[in-house]
C-alpha cells in the first residue's frame, strides 16, 4: 500500500497541520515508459507554500484532495523504461507520498557513489543550481564587490554566499537567530552577518557596506529587503529569488518603496526562477560537484525522520525553525 499528504483545505495565513490530509492507497499499475519510486527522501521547499494557493503563478495549483508537490530521491522499484534499470536512484517530482509513478524521462538518474543520494535535493539539485545560476548569471559578481545575501544559513542563501566568497566578494549574510549567524560566519565564511530579529539592519548594512551594496540576493522580501535595497551603490543589482516573508500574509501588503533607490543607483532588479536555466542544469551541477569535492563548498541538511511528520516540519519552515536544506527522511 502506498501513503501520502494531500490537501485537505487551502491555507489562510500560516498554513495548519488540519490544512493536509493522510490517505492510503494501492500501489499504481505502470504503462509503459514509466518506472515506479519508492522514496528515500523528500524535499520540503518553500515554494510548496504558494502552490496551495488558488492564484495565477508561474507553475499550477494544487488541486483540493491532490497530493501536494514535492521532488524526492529514492529507488527505482520497477521499471517500463529503457531509460532505468530496477535499483537505479533517481530524482522525480512525486509529491508528499512514500511510492510514485512517472514519466522515467522526467526522472533524473542519481549517481550514489558521487555523494550521499540526499544532496541530489539540495546542493546537488534544485536549491544548488538556482544559487549557482542565480548569483552568477543575474547578479554578474566582480571581485571586491559588496553582497548581501538574506535567508543565508538555508539551502538556497547558504550557497550563494559561498560562491560569493570563491568569486572573490566581500558577504554580508542576514538570519534569523544566534546559532544561524555564527554558522554563516564561523563555518562558511561570510565577512559579516545581521540577525534581523535583534540587530537593526538599516545601520548594519552601512556600517558593513560603507560603499553601498553591489548586489542583493534577495530571498525573503519584506522590510529586511527594503533595508537593503535602501543602501544600493551605484550599478547594483537585485536578483529577486524568493519572498518568503510575504508568503503567509493574510492580506497584501502594500510598497516596498523602493523605486527612488533603484532610479537614483540605476540598479536593476531581475526576478528569476531556476527552471529558465534547464539547458545549462548539467553546467551547474558539474561545477557544483567539483566544489563540494575539492572541499570549497559546505552544505548543511536539516533532516526530519517519517513522512508523518511533513505537515508539521513544513510549517516549522515557514517560521525558521529548520536550520540548513529540510529534508524528510522516509526509508
Ligand atoms: N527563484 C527560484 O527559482 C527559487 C528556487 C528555490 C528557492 N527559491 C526561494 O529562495 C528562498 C530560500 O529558499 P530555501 O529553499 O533556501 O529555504 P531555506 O532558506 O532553507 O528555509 C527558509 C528560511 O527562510 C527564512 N524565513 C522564514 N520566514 C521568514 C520571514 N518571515 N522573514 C525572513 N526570513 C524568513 C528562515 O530562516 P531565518 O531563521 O534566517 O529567518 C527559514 O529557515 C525562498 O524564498 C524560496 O521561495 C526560489
Not at 1 to 6: G, Q
Not at 34 to 56: C, F, Q, T, V, W
Not at 168 to 184: L, N, Q
Not at 210 to 235: A, K, R
Amino acid at each position: 500500500m502506498n501513503n501520502a499528504w494531500v490537501l485537505n483545505r487551502r491555507p489562510i495565513g500560516y498554513p495548519k497541520e488540519s490544512d493536509f490530509k493522510w490517505i492510503e492507497s494501492p500501489l499504481p499499475e505502470l504503462d509503459e515508459g514509466e518506472i515506479l519510486i519508492e522514496a528515500h527522501y523528500l524535499s520540503l521547499d518553500p515554494y510548496m507554500r504558494g502552490r496551495m494557493n488558488d492564484s495565477k503563478s508561474y507553475a499550477p495549483s494544487i488541486k483540493l484532495g491532490g497530493v501536494i508537490t514535492g521532488e524526492v530521491v529514492g529507488k527505482v522499484i520497477k521499471s517500463k523504461s529503457k531509460l532505468f534499470n530496477e535499483g537505479d536512484y533517481a530524482t522525480a517530482h512525486i509529491g508528499w507520498q512514500k511510492y510514485g509513478k512517472i514519466d522515467a524521462i522526467s526522472a533524473r538518474k542519481i549517481d550514489s557513489e558521487l555523494a550521499p543520494i540526499s544532496t541530489s535535493l539540495g546542493i546537488l539539485g534544485m536549491p544548488g543550481l538556482t544559487a549557482y545560476f542565480g548569483f552568477l548569471d543575474v547578479c554578474s559578481p566582480k571581485p571586491g564587490e559588496t553582497v548581501v545575501v538574506s535567508a543565508s544559513s538555508g539551502a538556497v542563501g547558504a550557497i550563494v554566499g559561498q560562491i560569493a566568497k570563491l568569486m572573490g566578494c566581500k558577504v554580508i549574510g542576514i538570519a534569523g537567530s544566534d546559532i544561524k549567524t555564527d554558522y554563516c560566519l564561523d563555518e562558511l565564511g561570510f565577512d559579516f552577518v545581521i540577525n534581523y530579529k535583534s540587530d537593526n539592519i538599516l545601520s548594519k548594512i552601512s556600517e558593513y557596506a560603507p560603499y553601498g551594496v553591489d548586489i542583493y540576493f534577495d530571498n525573503v522580501g519584506g522590510e529586511i529587503s527594503d533595508n537593503v535595497i535602501s543602501n544600493l551603490s551605484v550599478g547594483a543589482r537585485i536578483a529577486v529569488c524568493g519572498q518568503i516573508s510575504l508568503y503567509n500574509l493574510e492580506e497584501n501588503e502594500n510598497g516596498p518603496r523602493i523605486g527612488s533607490s533603484l532610479l537614483i543607483n540605476q540598479a536593476s532588479m531581475t526576478g528569476f526562477l531556476v527552471f529558465q536555466f534547464k539547458s545549462r542544469y548539467h553546467e551547474g551541477l558539474t561545477k557544483l560537484s567539483q566544489w563540494l569535492i575539492e572541499g570549497k563548498i559546505k552544505y548543511k541538511e536539516d533532516i526530519v525522520s517519517g513522512i508523518e511528520n511533513a505537515p508539521s516540519t513544513f510549517i516549522g519552515m515557514m517560521k525558521g525553525k529548520n536550520f540548513g536544506k529540510l529534508l524528510i527522511k522516509i526509508v
